[in-house]
Every structure is written in C-alpha cells, then in structure tokens.
C-alpha cells in the first residue's frame, strides 16, 4: 500500500510540472510573438536601408545670365570659351576669342597629379575625370572673372570662375568632395558659398575629406 501511495503522488508530479511546463511555454511563445510585433514596428519595410539622397543642393550659386549674346571675358568679365585640354581637376586650357589661355579655377584647389613639389596626391585622378566630363560634354563653357581677383595668377595663368550649362564648376567641385576652398586673398564673389558648401563636405566626408586630416 505504501509503495503504491508513493508510485500515485510520483506520477501525480509528474504530470502537474508537465502542465506546468506547457503553460511556461505558451508563455514564451506569446513573448516571442510580442517582439516580433514590435520589431516590425520600429524596422522601415518599404526603405531600403543606407541610402543616400542625392537632392539637388539649393546653395549652389545662380548662373549670372545676360540678354547681350556678344559678351566678352576680357571686356565684360563674362564670355563663352570652348575646352581645349584638361590637364587636372583645377586647370585647363580653352579657346577665348581666338586664342588658347590656360585657366586656374578661382578659389578651389584639387589634388595635385603633376607636381614639382609633391608626389601624385589621392583622389587626383577622380577630380580631373570629375572636371573634364563636366568640360567636354557641356554644351555650354561660360567663364566669369571676378572683380576682387588679379586677372592672373604669378604662373600667368587666367583666374576664373567656370560655368558648365549654367552650373558653376568650381562649386561643383567643393560640393561633391573633390576640391577645398583655398588662396582667397579677398572676398570674392562666390567665396561665402563655397565655404559653406565645403562644410557640408567635410561632415558628409565625401571624396577627399573621407580620410583627410581636418
């Protein structure tokens, strides 16, 4: 009698922790479920993830326009010119009113390619394919001098600000991370811009700000 008692409240055991542990596990599983829920809720389904926008940046300078279709660089400050070599992501030489003058854009300073004083620099090669795909497939080069600016620099090359369809190439060059802002020796037309647009470079990181030393 004794052994059957003890053999009845065993399987009794038994059977109540078998119940027990099924309750536990309707439990777990609701829990389980209830993090789902609330993954789904904070996870953006229909956004991919590490995308970036590429909006059009509103700070870009306005292409100074003129009704006069004879303006002139050297007389006006503003006339078209027509690409002859790109030599690296800062210089080039075009076709101004019959003759070929070599340019060095205003303000910005690109990685240097050839130089006496410093070996092949990073991210050259990117910043002279950047400015000669912008150069030779424009439609339209405009070049601007700027009337704070000497009209040459001491290699006797032009200073200019270059407009590629309307878009100013020395801009374009800060704003996407393949040129900083440098040799401002006076407060030039577009110099507030550029800085700004130099920032918003350096925080994104983007071409040679990605391992550049602020």
């Not at 065993?10 to 829920?37: P, T, Y």
């Not at 019959?98 to 910005?108: G, H, Q, S, T």
């Not at 110099?191 to 647009?197: A, P, Y």
Request: overall charge negative.
């Amino acid at each position: 009698m004794i052994k059957m008692t003890i053999r009845t409240g065993s399987f009794l055991i038994v059977i109540i922790s078998f119940m027990i542990l099924i309750a536990g596990c309707g439990d777990i599983i609701d829990i389980a479920q209830q993090l789902d829920e609330q993954i789904e809720d904070i996870t953006p389904s229909d956004t991919p993830l590490n995308t970036v926008s590429h909006q059009k940046n509103e700070l870009m300078p306005t292409f100074p326009a003129s009704d006069d279709p004879e303006l002139g660089l050297f007389i006006d400050g503003i006339g078209p010119a027509r690409l002859v070599q790109c030599f690296d992501g800062d210089t080039a030489s075009f076709l101004i009113d019959n003759e070929v003058y070599k340019v060095r854009f205003l303000a910005i300073d690109t990685p240097e390619i050839h130089s006496p004083y410093t070996e092949k620099q990073p991210w050259s090669e990117e910043a002279k394919a950047y400015t000669l795909a912008h150069l030779s497939e424009a439609n339209e080069i405009v070049l601007e001098l700027d009337q704070e600016s000497d009209i040459t620099d001491d290699y006797g090359r032009l200073l200019a600000w270059i407009w590629t369809d309307g878009e100013l190439l020395n801009a374009a060059l800060v704003r996407d991370g393949y040129a900083q802002v440098r040799y401002l020796y006076d407060d030039y037309k577009y110099t507030e811009v550029l800085l700004v647009l130099e920032q918003e470079a350096i925080d994104s990181k983007l071409g040679i700000w990605a391992s550049k030393l602020n």
